[in-house]
Every structure is written in C-alpha cells, then in structure tokens.
C-alpha cells in the first residue's frame, strides 16, 4: 500500500534556527514528490515538486531535496512567517498526503 | 492573477439539509479535484474530474456527489450532511493530473 510518512510531527525552532522536515514515502511509480505550505484555515500553496532521486529545488530560506526513499525540506535561518503546517504528497495515481509537519517559529 | 476561487469559505448547514459548495478556476486547467480535509488530517481525495470524465474514489460516500457543468467550474453536492461531514472541503486543479493548485477551502459546519 502506497505511504508518505512526515516526521516530526510538530517542530519548534527560534528565528534563525536551520533545520529539516522529512518526508519517508513508499509510493509505487513515483510519478512525483510535492511539497505543500497551509497555513490555518486555508488552503494548501504549492512550493515545489520534485521528479528524479538527487534533484534539488530551493524558494527563498527553503530546499526540497530528494533521495529514492525520503524527501527533505530544508529551513535555512528561518523567520516567524516561515510558521505553517507542511504537507508532503507523493504521486503514482492520486496524490497521497502525509500528516504535516506543523512548524512554529518564534521571534 | 490566475486562481482557483472557493465559495462560500464558510458554511453553516443543519444535520440532513443538503448543502452545495463550488469552485471555479481561471487557469483553463482541465483537471478538477474535490478533497475533504479534517482538523489535524491529511487533505482526502474524494473525487476528480479529467475533463468531462468523472472518477469517485471507492471510499467515497454516496452522500457526496459532484457537477462540473463546464470547464472553469465545479460543484460539491452533499445531499444528506451528517455530523461527521463536518470539514474543510478544499478544491484542485490541474494540467493533465500534473501539479495540482488548491483554493482557499470552504469550512462546513453541520449543526
């Protein structure tokens, strides 16, 4: 059965604290790697998609990085509006949705 | 700005009375998607549209169907809402099922 597994589940960090949000996925014929931001009471917003094990692709203070097992959101220096939930999906038909990584980021 | 647009964001509805929420796109994709997402839950597909070709996951409850009366718009029809159906109903869409774009999410409160 296909699954995306995000971990933690929750994460704190102080503004200019770097760190990672990781994405364990078991997904037949990955036909694509997506990372979502949603902040509360909205809809999710497309960050980035990842295709092949090795690319990479970076937005401001985020990389997305990816391996044939995992993904990887990487947060350099990161500001309080950086604060949202996270969401990894990974795609063979439909997308399967993780849980979310719901990050706090305090000033 | 391109978008996808989700009305009403908020919905108040009484256990029973059907309730339909829409969406419509301005990015000409061909591909339209319904989800229901829970609080502290991942988003569940619930159905999609490929052009005019309709396709209901198997989990689906047959309590929820859906219109897409034409390319820009899609419709969420939930003809009896029971509690448990209260949620955020978020729509997609996308190219040809490659990265999809979400609205804003319409919040349904069943009372």
């Known amino acids: 059965e296909d699954q995306v597994t995000q971990s933690p589940e929750a994460l704190r960090l102080q503004e200019g604290e770097s760190s990672s949000l990781n994405c364990s996925y078991t997904?037949?014929?990955?036909?694509?790697l997506f990372w979502y931001r949603q902040d509360p009471g909205k809809g999710p917003e497309f960050l980035f998609t990842?295709?092949?094990a090795g690319e990479e692709k970076e937005k401001e203070r985020l990389k997305a990085t990816l391996t044939k097992k995992e993904s990887f959101l990487h947060i350099t220096a990161p500001k309080p509006e950086d604060s949202a939930t996270y969401l990894c999906?990974?795609?063979?038909?439909?997308?399967?949705f993780g849980q979310g990584t719901t990050l706090q980021v305090k000033p | 700005d391109a978008m996808v647009i989700q009305n009403p964001r908020y919905q108040v509805t009484q256990f029973g009375k059907p309730v339909t929420l829409s969406c419509s796109q301005t990015?000409?994709?061909?591909?339209m998607y319904w989800y229901q997402q829970k609080s502290s839950q991942a988003p569940k597909l619930l159905f999609h549209?490929?052009?005019?070709?309709?396709?209901n996951e198997a989990d689906t409850p047959d309590n929820f169907q859906s219109r897409r009366p034409n390319t820009s718009f899609c419709f969420l029809d939930i003809r009896s809402p029971g509690l448990g159906d209260a949620a955020m109903y978020l729509c997609?869409?996308?190219?040809?099922?490659?990265?999809?774009?979400f609205g804003p999410g319409t919040r349904l409160l069943v009372l």
């Open positions: 997904v037949s014929g990955l036909r694509g």
């Open positions: 999906a990974g795609r063979s038909g439909k997308l399967i």
């Open positions: 990015l000409n994709h061909n591909v």
């Open positions: 997609a869409t996308s190219r040809d099922d490659q990265t999809q774009y």
């Open positions: 990842l295709y092949s």
């Open positions: 549209y490929y052009d005019k070709d309709f396709n």
